[in-house]
């Protein structure tokens, strides 16, 4: 089955740039979106198709995914970006969600 | 805005069925085939994991690893979808989230926007 990586954890400085990669085979030729969840809310989807940002969503964020390797870009990281993030993509039909990444602002 | 909500039985006994109601508020399921609709969890302490989809029609698809115990269904009429999970056990102790599944016009870029809560669900022995 398929299988996405993600760094447990990334660590950042407020005001910094935090990355969070995910890892699959030929991930690039599929599309990457992004959750992000924090303790006793509803998920957020921050990006979809790779690149986009829902309406409402910060310019902080960013995606980009090319490869076998997606990532997602928090510029000007703020204490409210602090969470859990998770990648996503279809294989055969099939969600498949990346191990997650707990980002700690710093 | 819509808004979705899970409710059920928040304990289950092993080897019980496990069954979820997802309400859909400020929307109608009926919307368009542009919109799927689904279940995800996320046992304590682990990652997320994608259980499966359904659309208003009844076309459904599930995760190869629940297939068997796993179906989904959907009542237009009440604005709502269902899960059910047979032969329970400890490993299906988990945060359920029913959410939407946009189906953009790209193939396979499909995204979950709209996130109920969650509930929580333990398996008891």
């Known amino acids: 089955s398929y299988e996405l990586s993600q760094p447990p954890s990334v660590s950042v400085s407020p005001g910094q740039t935090a990355s969070i990669t995910c890892s699959g085979d030929k991930l690039g030729d599929k599309y990457a979106c992004w959750y992000q969840l924090k303790p006793g809310q509803s998920p957020v989807l921050v990006i979809f198709q790779n690149t986009r940002r829902p309406s409402g969503i910060p310019g902080r964020f960013s995606g980009s995914n090319s490869g076998n390797t997606a990532t997602l870009t928090i510029s000007g990281t703020q204490a409210m970006d602090e969470a859990d993030y998770y990648c996503q993509a279809w294989d055969s039909s099939t969600g498949v969600f990346g191990t997650g990444t707990k980002v700690t602002v710093l | 805005q819509l808004q979705l909500q899970e409710s059920g039985p928040r304990l289950v006994k092993s080897s019980e069925t496990l069954s979820l109601t997802c309400t859909v508020s400020?929307?109608?399921?009926?919307?368009?085939?542009?919109?799927?609709w689904g279940w995800i969890r996320q046992p304590p302490g682990t990652g997320l994991a994608w259980i499966g989809s359904?659309?208003?029609?009844?076309?459904?698809y599930y995760n190869p690893s629940l297939k068997s115990r796993v179906t989904i269904s959907v009542d237009t009429s009440n604005n709502q979808f269902f899960l059910r999970l047979n032969s329970v056990t400890a490993a299906d102790t988990a945060l359920y989230y029913c959410?939407?599944?946009?189906?953009?016009?790209?193939?396979?870029?499909?995204?979950?926007?709209?996130w109920g809560q969650g509930t929580l669900v333990t398996v008891s022995s």
């Open positions: 959410a939407r599944l946009a189906l953009p016009a790209l193939p396979d870029s499909n995204y979950f926007d709209y």
């Open positions: 400020g929307g109608s399921i009926i919307s368009s085939m542009s919109y799927y």
């Open positions: 359904i659309s208003y029609t009844g076309t459904t």
